[in-house]
T-cell receptor, first 115, second 116 residues
Framework: GAVVSQHPSRVICKSGTSVKIECRSL??????MFWYRQFPKQSLMLMAT?????????EQGVEKDKFLINHASLTLSTLTVTSAHPEDSSFYIC???????????FGPGTRLTVL | AQSVTQLDSQVPVFEEAPVELRCNYS??????LFWYVQYPNQGLQLLLK??????LVKGINGFEAEFNKSQTSFHLRKPSVHISDTAEYFC??????????????FGTGTQLKVEL
């Protein structure tokens, strides 16, 4: 199967700062990537769909100005949490859509802690 | 709209016993079905998927699932579990969307706890 990486795996930041999380498809090109948020002991909640070369599509209730998504190439999507606050602390997971395999491949996740 | 229901939030089972994790879905169109496993503080790993063809799907780690269209179910089974199977399991269905991609809807997850 294909491999998706995320960086960093863990980040701690102060309230009010911005944090960027990278998601890379290492051995395939992904025109579509997805960003999820997962609270403890809960399921994955889709935040947005990231399309290469165009604006991301956000799910209802997700603030697009707070969670900036950029998909500048076929192998890289970034999620920037702007002016982070403690309530933004969560586990963020990305995935890359593979049309060849008809499935999404998931990154290992990023644990964000905002102090 | 499509949805996925995992009725069991927790399933305790003794090692070497069989287990079934239930998943039901609703959709007005044909879907693809997936089971993922998640270990603590990790991403999701695909166990198996149903796209078409045989309704009995075999996956990794000895897991299998059966697609039942009439009952709109996709239950996950393993005949003999191991301690290392302790994890969170998610059922998901996809919905093709404009642009040719696939958008997943997840169930709420089932915590499988294998005990000695």
């Amino acid at each position: 199967g294909a491999v998706v990486s995320q960086h960093p795996s863990r980040v701690i930041c102060k309230s009010g700062t911005s944090v960027k999380i990278e998601c890379r498809s290492l051995d395939f090109q992904a025109t579509t990537m997805f960003w999820y948020r997962q609270f403890p002991k809960q399921s994955l909640m889709l935040m947005a769909t990231s399309n290469e070369g165009s604006k991301a599509t956000y799910e209802q209730g997700v603030e697009k100005d707070k969670f900036l998504i950029n998909h500048a190439s076929l192998t890289l999507s970034t999620l920037t949490v702007t002016s982070a606050h403690p309530e933004d602390s969560s586990f963020y997971i990305c995935s890359a859509d593979s049309k060849a395999y008809n499935e999404q491949f998931f990154g290992p996740g990023t644990r964000l802690t905002v102090l | 709209a499509q949805s996925v229901t995992q009725l069991d939030s927790q399933v305790p089972v003794f090692e070497e016993a069989p287990v079934e994790l239930r998943c039901n879905y609703s959709s007005s169109v044909s879907v693809y079905l997936f089971w993922y496993v998640q270990y603590p503080n990790q991403g999701l790993q695909l166990l198996l998927k149903y796209l078409s063809g045989s309704t009995l799907v075999k996956g990794i780690n000895g897991f299998e699932a059966e697609f039942n269209k009439s009952q709109t179910s996709f239950h996950l089974r393993k005949p003999s579990v191991h301690i290392s199977d302790t994890a969170e399991y998610f059922c998901a269905v996809n919905l093709p969307f404009t642009g040719g991609g696939n958008k997943l809807t997840f169930g709420t997850g089932t915590q499988l706890k294998v005990e000695l």
